[in-house]
């Protein structure tokens, strides 16, 4: 199982999208994917199609002892995904933290108990912030997706987040830049700098700023079914192509 977690240098990094467009991306050529969401932000079933009220995710689950795995759903594309739902109250989330603290391969364990392909990819939306949800996350992952947005904030916060996500059990990190603009000078020296600072680890697709992302959002669609001409479902095709080569890679060498 190929277990990816994205995360971000900053809150409006565009993890959510990322990670939800990443999923759509692997399943639009044929792979398996599970679009998982760790985040009490509850975002990622947005694009997949689910009801605006519909609260029901994997936290309210765990609280009321129900199996987790009766949270997911799948999209109309094909796309299988978990939304972290919407508790009762705060204090909810709170102790679903805690007992994950307690429990630091929770994710690892309950994913092992699947019946899936041993190609499946699984998609980790992270919260914005450090804490036991990313770290489940983290720590089950063969490769931490960090997305970078190109302003000077974000860069600056790129080292850090990569290391401290290599604190927290990340076995493999990788810069994606996000929402780029070529016509912006800012943007141009940004990415020159990604290049230059974080070559060996700095996926080589660019995610291009596109409006079709909004508004695939708004359609409650990922932007392979709203916009499949356009350039963000080029760019996001090319992303899950180098994470499934990046990873069939690196088990052959690890088999070798």
Not at 157 to 180: D, I
Not at 213 to 221: G, P, T, V, Y
Request: glycine share 6%; net charge negative; hydrophobic share 50%.
């Amino acid at each position: 199982m190929n277990v990816i977690a994205v995360i971000g240098t900053s809150g409006g990094a565009g993890v959510t999208t990322v990670a939800a467009q990443l999923a759509a991306g692997l399943v639009a050529q044929r792979r398996h994917a599970i679009a998982f969401d760790l985040s009490p932000d509850n975002a990622l079933r947005l694009h997949f199609g689910m009801d605006w009220e519909d609260e029901t995710g994997l936290a309210p689950m765990v609280a009321s002892g129900k199996p987790w795995n009766e949270a997911a759903f799948c999209s109309a594309s094909g796309v299988d995904f978990i939304p972290f739902g919407k508790p009762d109250d705060e204090r909810t989330i709170a102790d679903f933290a805690h007992s994950l603290a307690a429990q630091p391969a929770w994710l690892a364990s309950r994913l092992a108990e699947l019946d899936m392909p041993a190609e499946t990819y699984v998609i980790c939306d992270c919260p914005r912030t450090e804490g036991a949800l990313r770290s489940q996350a983290l720590a089950a992952a063969r490769l931490t997706l960090i997305v970078v947005t190109p302003d000077a904030l974000s860069y600056a916060a790129a080292r850090t987040t990569a290391e401290a996500a290599l604190a927290q059990g990340a076995r493999r990190v990788a810069f994606v830049l996000n929402g780029f603009d070529p016509a912006r000078a800012l943007d141009q020296d940004v990415a020159t700098l990604m290049r230059t600072d974080f070559f060996s680890s700095l996926v080589p697709v660019v995610l291009h700023r596109d409006e079709s992302l909004r508004e695939a959002l708004a359609s409650k669609q990922s932007v392979f079914e709203y916009a499949p001409s356009s350039r963000a479902t080029y760019d996001f095709s090319a992303l899950a192509m180098w994470v499934v080569a990046h990873l069939s890679h690196r088990h052959e060498k690890k088999a070798a």
